[in-house]
T-cell receptor, first 117, second 115 residues
Framework: DTGVSQDPRHKITKRGQNVTFRCDPI?????LYWYRQTLGQGPEFLTY????????KSRLLSDRFSAERPKGSFSTLEIQRTEQGDSAMYLC???????????????FGPGTRLLVL | AQTVTQSQPEMSVQEAETVTLSCTYD???????LFWYKQPPSRQMILVIR??????QNATENRFSVNFQKAAKSFSLKISDSQLGDTAMYFC????????????FGTGTRLQVFP
């Protein structure tokens, strides 16, 4: 079990540029979540996938944000036309969700810290 | 709306002592799940302990235990025999949607363990 990995760990970009982050979940996990954490706050839910299907998106996820999980394995989160308010830590988590049972523990990656200048 | 409140931004404790972190939440649902996550300075979030609301018995994991008061909507974390490695941000979280399991977090409590 290699854990959840995220790439890059740090990203500095200029306002208006596009950025893309990648998350590799634990291999047997069918659920993948994206959260955003700003300084001094707890993580906030952005979106989640079950296999390749994106099942829920938070209203925090503006039209500039798009997430994909094309083959039900890794996921990408793209932010277009970045703004300074997008500066945050972007966390990915994964879990194994058996239907009809209690929620499984979400395992988090180390996060990607984004700074928009 | 579902909310989680952690009223202690910072706490400190001496090594080997016991400390309790507070958490309250608000929901009108009856079935939900509560969690404490730890985020050390390296920033990777890890689960400390979880509690199913339908279980009356308080969860324990080694030195970590919870005091779950469903009527009061309170979910505190007790750390016994504190260790230097317990220094971290601690987040209380809950989920009530079995279908999505998305976590709703509090703002966190920064715990410093002193030698």
């Amino acid at each position: 079990d290699t854990g959840v990995s995220q790439d890059p760990r740090h990203k500095i970009t200029k306002r208006g540029q596009n950025v893309t982050f990648r998350c590799d979940p634990i291999s047997e996990h069918n659920r993948l979540y994206w959260y955003r954490q700003t300084l001094g706050q707890g993580p906030e839910f952005l979106t989640y996938f079950q296999n390749e299907a994106q099942l829920e998106k938070s209203r925090l996820l503006s039209d500039r944000f798009s997430a994909e999980r094309p083959k039900g394995s890794f996921s990408t989160l793209e932010i277009q036309r970045t703004e300074q308010g997008d500066s945050a830590m972007y966390l990915c988590a994964s879990s194994r969700h058996p239907t009809g049972e209690d929620p499984e523990t979400q395992y988090f990656g180390p996060g990607t810290r984004l700074l928009v200048l | 709306a579902q909310t989680v409140t952690q009223s202690q931004p910072e706490m400190s404790v001496q090594e080997a002592e016991t400390v309790t972190l507070s958490c309250t939440y608000d929901t009108s649902e009856n079935n939900y799940y509560l969690f404490w996550y730890k985020q050390p300075p390296s920033r990777q979030m890890i689960l400390v302990i979880r509690q199913e609301a339908y279980k009356q018995q308080n969860a324990t994991e080694n030195r970590f235990s919870v005091n779950f008061q469903k009527a009061a909507k309170s979910f505190s974390l007790k750390i016994s025999d504190s260790q230097l490695g317990d220094t971290a941000m601690y987040f209380c979280a809950f989920t009530l949607e079995v279908l999505s399991d998305k976590l709703i977090f509090g703002t966190g409590t920064r715990l410093q363990v002193f030698p």
